[in-house]
């Protein structure tokens, strides 16, 4: 991610990861040398990341009503976290409350699902097993899903209860909503942002210099806090 945003222009060494949850999106900067803060609305994710990466700042804060935390070199968020947004207007609070957080000619990163996303991982059901959990996932979009829809899954985890031995059972919904690439652009530049590059991310996690909705899992949006940049 950081040879990308040089690529695009990024100098300097102060990040803000928004919606950082555990951390491990920002450990890796943390160990370039970085100076990282991070934020996340869940405070049971921020004790974690505290205990990951006592180094990093870290405040509780919800990403729609971002409040001014530094002037940061480059912005960050991933791991689908922009699609928990359902309305236009709490993206475009988002964008904007990452512009505020920006320094002249600082980059935001950021990676949206795509189309191919919604109508394969968010259409299956799968379950895994992982250190003596069992994950089900049950998606509820279709194969159909058009762009600009909302979709949903949930997520039942069963546990091995420490007292009797049997599976104790645990369940959350997640409601994403797609966002179109003409919509993030224009919410960009409404937010004072200029659009300078959108790679597709190939199921390896590679990434290439074309974005293909219906190819790849997932967009990583670059975009520029100056007059003038280049466009997508």
Excluded at 130 to 150: I, K, S, T
Excluded at 188 to 202: I, K, M, T
Aim: aromatic letters at 6%; glycine letters at 10%; hydrophobic letters at 45%.
């Amino acid at each position: 991610m950081l040879r990308v945003a040089r690529k695009y222009g990024s100098v300097g060494d102060r990040v803000l990861d928004v919606a950082c949850g555990t951390g491990n999106s920002f450990l890796p900067l943390l160990r370039r040398g970085l100076e990282v803060t991070g934020c996340d609305a869940s405070p049971e994710m921020l004790a974690l990341a505290a205990a990951k990466a006592p180094e990093a700042e870290l405040h509780h804060c919800d990403m729609r009503a971002l409040p001014v935390l530094g002037t940061f070199d480059l912005v960050t968020c991933f791991d689908d976290s922009l699609n928990y947004l359902l309305e236009r207007d709490e993206l475009l609070s988002s964008f904007e409350g990452v512009a505020a957080n920006l320094a002249p000619g600082g980059m935001f990163a950021f990676d949206l699902n795509t189309l191919r996303a919604y109508r394969t991982t968010f259409a299956c059901d799968s379950v895994t097993e992982r250190d003596g959990l069992v994950f089900a996932w049950r998606g509820e979009a279709g194969r159909d899903f058009r762009a600009g829809a909302v979709a949903a899954a949930a997520i039942e985890i069963f546990a091995p209860s420490r007292d009797s031995g049997l599976y104790e059972r645990v369940v959350t919904r997640h409601e994403q909503r797609h966002h179109p690439a003409d919509e993030v652009t224009a919410l960009l530049r409404e937010a004072g942002l200029e659009p300078a590059g959108a790679l597709g991310a190939l199921d390896d996690g590679r990434l290439v210099d074309e974005a293909d909705e219906t190819a790849q899992l997932k967009v990583l949006y670059i975009a520029r806090h100056e007059e003038g940049g280049g466009g997508l």
